[in-house]
């Protein structure tokens, strides 16, 4: 049985950090890119950063550049988002997904982040 579970979301002030936990089950985690995404209320999903198989590659939308963080423990089958500097437009359900370049994909239930004073 696959597993996504996403944890560490809450209400962060401006300027804060949060750390976002992507715990995954029931397939060969290496095997897989992972991929967090948010979904703010009323907008589209957008991809926030990505990590390769094996973490040597990583990529992340211009919006969180210098300030979040992907990595990955292939050994805990576990992802992670470091988010430092957190703004009001960071707002949203996040969402972690696990990807194979055949386009086979594994959705968590998503976290919610609230950046506010």
């Known amino acids: 049985q696959v597993q996504v579970v996403e944890s560490g979301g809450g209400l962060v002030q401006p300027g804060g950090s949060l750390r976002l936990s992507c715990a995954t089950s029931g397939f060969t985690f290496s095997s897989y890119a992972m991929r967090w995404y948010r979904q703010a209320p009323g907008k589209e999903r957008e991809l926030v950063a990505g990590?390769?198989?094996?973490?040597?590659?990583?990529a992340y939308a211009d919006s969180v550049k210098g300030r979040f963080t992907i990595s990955r423990d292939n050994a805990k089958n576990m992802a992670y988002l470091q988010m430092n500097d957190l703004k009001p437009e960071a707002t949203a359900v996040y969402y972690c997904?696990?990807?194979?370049?055949?386009?086979?994909?594994?959705w968590g239930q998503g976290t919610q982040v609230t950046v506010s004073a």
């Open positions: 990590i390769a198989n094996y973490g040597g590659s990583k």
């Open positions: 997904n696990a990807h194979r370049d055949s386009g086979h994909s594994y």
